[in-house]
């Protein structure tokens, strides 16, 4: 028989259960506001948003279960269940940056793909990778670190479906419309741009494909400040949109280094679960597209193309009749 000093007490398990919830809502908060601009506690933003409010409600519900099992009110029970209240707010408040109620693709947009492939360039990209992309029927498809795509027989494929290749930089840009501009505008090691503008039936679309380092532990604000620093020292244009994989989720602060005016695609017109990274199981929204006026995206989703390591991003854009 077990003796009733090895039997933790209500007190000691309301304790273990209260301050997980306490912690976690509080990084939630506290992420919310500050995003990744502040390096020490950019952590907090980087935790996924569900599992962080999600984990804070099931501490909650936990504790309210042992208050109840106590048999007699407890004055922890009302802070609980408010606690419990909050997590369930987060939780939605999580989910919706992350996912979109399905639409149906517009008619009459320009459809938009980027894709960071992770491919070495002396590495042939997978056939269910090339015909997945294929399959987007995207009028424009930015990829980054493409690999063999734009070489041999694949890229025979590419234009036999009707696509001019372009290989500025990093990056390999497919085109069923005229390019007029495809070229590298910085590559350091705080990361990747280059400049494409491309002709429409409304208009020119300029382009600014970014790719940012991975390395967590690097300060997210700085590192983006000194990349839009040096491509400002290039181009100092205002582009349509910015598309890439930022290393950083959707709605941080950094992100304003690059311009002001400019929106979050799947944020407007997400369709489905936005998640882009890692493929198989997408916690982290960090392929972007931000664009701006006379612009608007219509829909946006995410598409997982080979299982390695990104999602593809797929947008459908439309100029605003007014500007044409």
Excluded at 108 to 133: E, F, K, V
Aim: proline fraction near 6%; charge should be positive.
């Amino acid at each position: 028989m077990v003796s009733d000093s090895t039997v933790p007490k209500p007190s000691l398990l309301l304790s273990l259960l209260k301050w997980p919830t306490i912690v976690a809502l509080a990084a939630f908060a506290a992420s919310e506001f500050l995003t990744d601009s502040v390096q020490a506690l950019q952590w907090m933003w980087f935790l996924p948003r569900p599992l962080l409010a999600g984990s804070a409600l099931v501490w909650a519900l936990l504790a309210l279960g042992v208050v109840r099992a106590c048999g007699r009110r407890r004055p922890e029970a009302r802070a609980l269940v408010i606690s419990a209240g909050l997590s369930a707010a987060f939780l939605c408040v999580g989910l919706l940056q992350m996912w979109g109620l399905p639409k149906e693709r517009p008619a009459d947009t320009l459809r938009i793909a980027h894709w960071n492939a992770s491919y070495p360039t002396d590495q042939d990209i997978s056939d269910q990778a090339l015909d997945g992309l294929l399959d987007l029927r995207a009028d424009i498809v930015v990829v980054t670190d493409a690999g063999q795509l734009a070489v041999g027989e694949r890229a025979l494929r590419c234009v036999a479906a009707g696509y001019e290749i372009h290989r500025p930089g990093r990056f390999t840009v497919l085109s069923r419309l005229p390019v007029a501009e495809a070229t590298p505008i910085a590559a350091t090691k705080r990361g990747s741009a280059s400049r494409i503008v491309v002709s429409t039936k409304w208009g020119p679309l300029s382009i600014r494909a970014i790719d940012l380092p991975s390395d967590p532990r690097l300060p997210r604000e700085q590192t983006a400040g000194e990349l839009a620093g040096v491509v400002a020292l290039v181009d100092a244009s205002s582009p349509d949109l910015l598309i890439g994989d930022f290393n950083t989720p959707g709605g941080s602060d950094s992100l304003r280094a690059f311009g002001t005016g400019y929106v979050d695609a799947f944020a407007r017109a997400g369709s489905g679960w936005g998640g882009t990274y890692p493929a198989r199981y997408p916690f982290w929204r960090i392929d972007l597209s931000l664009v701006r006026a006379p612009w608007q995206a219509q829909r946006a989703e995410a598409i997982d193309l080979d299982g390695r390591r990104h999602r593809a991003q797929l947008i459908d854009l439309l100029r605003d009749a007014s500007a044409r």
